[in-house]
């Protein structure tokens, strides 16, 4: 791992404007630049970079943060990999520290498997270059098919001579263990524990990983070299480091392609990608003759939202391969499909034709995914009323997992035009697919909601020793949140004792999901927000018993105010950043912001970033009479009247949820419960009457 010296160093010699300017064309604008934004299809420039912050950030599409986290995005390289990117870029020797034994024992397999995918890839290129079999056979039949040497030497592609074991002896000589060999699948043991060469007698096509790393192989047979082998294409198996799911061949040479395309052309072959990539047509990828999966669509909905899939022509394998586009449709993305003509796959097109016939014909045969899909389920059916039901019910299906409402409209209008149905039956039926879906998704939200009860029911009653962990963050960097544990009662700490339950007996109506629109949750990031930017500023002073006089920061006044009431954020993120700011407010020469927005930590360091970000600064032209008073310089009323709008937000927010369970027969029924919740109800509501009055500007009606 990288020591924090280190990071230190390549975050306070990376320049932010020096870092985007590699990549953005960058105009100066008051103390700011400005520029297209690289993450979306900007027409205006959105793009603000700031040199006194050290930030970057599009006001359209949201993206932006640190130098580091710019590279991340744009790269698409991890944190550890970006720092190293800018080290490199810098002059920066990364120092990184010793591992523990236990770490070293987990990345040693991994690392090892990289290592050994990483030799097999330059033997096979070995091979092919300089072997006489890789020249005569291997690079013939590249040559054959049109590749040129550079688009060869770009995608690493090699050749494996029909030796059985000429690979196993190379890697062995080289002191490889044998473990390794098989682990990665380019050797299998034979029963007699000998090791065999998987990929014999092939051309050879590396997979990689979006930051490049080999992590499998693809091999196809050559008939005249392998005689009697069936198997068209080998693949490697399943191992430690490679899932098939997961990966899409092509993607780390179409990564920048396909953001500044904004679109993504599926393919199916490792050919095609490679003819369309030397036809000047990049931004494509293959999912290697499988159908699309969960992980491969995320991989690509990172890059963008629209997908154009090109198919051959061949009716059986076009009908296979839709049936998993509904997953496409499900995650919001636009998907297009695009016929070639009859003979022709994207490898042989693209021969035929430059990168602009490519997408001038694209452009005009294109057609979206659900026209197209009517119309080839249409001519299937016939006049058959049995299939056209089918066919309806096929559609129904698509057009319902839809989630924008407007599409689903359009969408049910298109296709009951071409079915010949009346538009009403098809809403019809896609609103009763939507209900029982949504009616899936709460089954499921009830069956996490009441595991998350009973895990804390059993922490009470000492069978947990430790509270559930909250789930794991999203890539968004505001998550849903799902908090397993219950909102702790927010009583003002001057409150008679009679208004106030024991906190064991409370039970909060405020729902555990979806806070991100409640009043509350307003607040929390507006507090949050001046934690970040002030901190380590003192806001008032206290004195002690002996009467002298103490500062108090921002972070010490907004903890000591929780803590006093025993409240806590209610996003795990949110939570993690007090935590971790109470306990380093007392270092020395510690800034809030500088620690967060450089945070190791990817997901807390955009989102400070994000509260720190604004895009108008004020002007030094302005008059010398005019006082100008900022947030800094009232912190001492800024930060208590947000703590105070925050508490008494979730007051309002569960009285309100507390009449709606009022209204629940079965608690009107049990008398027990419903004195309880009553009882409750006053409460809160004398506590909603003196946090009003603190306001000044509420009004609480009885």
Request: charged share 30%; proline share 5%.
């Amino acid at each position: 791992m990288i020591d924090q010296a280190t990071i230190d160093r390549i975050l306070d010699a990376a320049q932010i404007t020096d870092v985007v300017s590699d990549f953005v064309t960058l105009r100066k604008r008051g103390v700011n630049y400005v520029g297209l934004c690289p993450f979306h299809d900007d027409k205006t420039p959105s793009f603000y970079v700031s040199p006194a912050k050290g930030l970057c950030k599009c006001f359209a599409c949201g993206k932006g943060g640190n130098a580091v986290h710019f590279i991340m995005e744009h790269e698409q390289m991890t944190y550890p990999e970006a720092l190293k990117y800018l080290a490199r870029k810098y002059g920066i020797e990364v120092k990184e520290r010793e591992l523990s034994n236990e770490e070293k024992l987990a990345q040693s397999e991994r690392e090892s498997l990289f290592v050994v995918n990483q030799f097999a890839r330059d033997y096979f290129q070995n091979i092919l270059r300089n072997h006489t079999d890789g020249r005569s056979i291997g690079m013939a039949y590249f040559r054959n098919r049109g590749f040129r040497d550079d688009i060869i030497e770009k995608f690493q592609l090699g050749y494996s001579t029909d030796s059985h074991d000429a690979l196993a002896q190379e890697a062995l000589k080289k002191g490889y263990k044998k473990e390794f060999l098989v682990k990665t699948g380019l050797c299998y043991e034979t029963d007699d524990h000998r090791l065999r060469d998987r990929f014999w007698g092939r051309v050879i096509f590396p997979v990689h990983t979006l930051s490049g790393k080999v992590v499998a192989f693809g091999g196809r047979v050559l008939a005249s070299a392998t005689k009697g082998v069936k198997v068209k294409y080998v693949n490697s198996p399943e191992s430690e480091i490679y899932h098939k799911s997961n990966e899409l061949y092509g993607i780390y040479f179409a990564k920048q392609a396909i953001v500044k395309q904004d679109r993504c052309f599926l393919v199916e072959g490792y050919t095609d990608v490679i003819s369309m990539h030397q036809s000047g047509i990049e931004n494509v990828v293959a999912s290697s003759g499988t159908a699309l999966t969960p992980g491969q669509i995320r991989m690509i909905h990172r890059f963008t939202n629209n997908m154009t899939v090109l198919y051959d022509g061949d009716a059986a394998g076009i009908k296979a391969s839709i049936r998993g586009i509904d997953m496409l449709l499900e995650e919001g993305m636009n998907i297009k499909v695009c016929l070639l003509p009859d003979g022709d796959d994207p490898d042989s097109f693209a021969r035929k034709h430059n990168a602009t016939e490519f997408q001038t014909f694209i452009a005009e045969h294109e057609t979206d995914f659900i026209r197209f899909k009517t119309n080839l389920l249409l001519e299937d059916a016939g006049k058959d009323p049995i299939k056209r039901a089918e066919l309806i019910s096929n559609l129904v299906q698509s057009i319902s997992v839809i989630p924008e409402a407007i599409v689903r409209d359009v969408y049910i209008k298109e296709c009951a035009q071409l079915l010949h149905v009346e538009d009403k039956l098809l809403v019809s039926e896609v609103a009763k697919r939507r209900e029982k879906q949504a009616e899936q998704q709460a089954e499921r939200a009830e069956r996490e909601r009441r595991a998350a009860n009973a895990a804390r029911a059993n922490a009470q009653a000492g069978i947990v020793p430790e509270r559930p962990t909250p789930p794991e963050e999203t890539d968004a960097p505001y998550p849903a949140e799902q908090q397993p544990e219950e909102l702790p009662p927010p009583y003002p700490a001057d409150l008679p004792p009679e208004t106030v339950l024991p906190s064991e007996a409370y039970a909060s109506f405020i729902p555990q999901e979806g806070k991100e629109g409640r009043e509350f949750y307003k607040y929390e990031r507006l507090i949050l927000q001046m934690v970040v930017r002030y901190g380590e500023k003192v806001m008032c002073n206290t004195t002690d018993e002996e009467g002298n006089e103490v500062p108090i920061s921002v972070i010490e006044y907004v903890v000591s105010d929780l803590k006093e009431d025993e409240i806590d954020f209610h996003n795990p993120l949110h939570r993690q950043i007090m935590t971790e700011a109470a306990a380093h407010i007392h270092d020395e020469g510690f800034c809030a912001e500088r620690y967060f927005v450089n945070h190791p930590d990817p997901a807390i360091s955009k989102l400070c970033v994000e509260l720190i970000s604004t895009r108008y600064q004020l002007s030094k032209y302005h008059s010398k009479n005019q006082k100008i008073v900022s947030d800094e310089e009232r912190l001492y009323e800024l930060v208590p009247t947000l703590i105070i709008n925050f508490k008494y937000a979730i007051v309002s927010e569960e009285i309100k949820h507390i009449l709606t369970a009022l209204q629940d027969p079965a608690v009107t029924a049990d008398n027990e419960k419903c004195d309880a919740i009553m009882k409750r109800y006053c409460g809160l509501r004398e506590v909603q009457s003196i946090m009003a009055k603190r306001l000044g500007d509420r009004v609480v009606l009885n």
